[in-house]
């Protein structure tokens, strides 16, 4: 998001803002959580 930040302030000449609000969670697939955790244990 630090890439859209700087082109909003380049855009707007400093004057834009924008946030980020958390909105969900979502489970991870099998497949990737197995990665995720061998990953993790390594």
């Known amino acids: 998001m630090m890439e859209f930040s ?3 302030k380049s855009m707007t000449s ?4 924008f946030a980020m609000t958390f909105r969900r969670y ?6 990737i ?3 995720l955790i ?3 244990n390594a």
Request: proline content about 5%; glycine content about 10%; aromatic content about 0%.
């Open 14 to 17: 400093g004057e834009g803002e």
């Open 33 to 35: 959580q197995k990665i």
């Open 6 to 8: 700087n082109a909003l």
């Open 26 to 31: 979502e489970q991870v697939p099998a497949t």
């Open 38 to 40: 061998a990953q993790a």
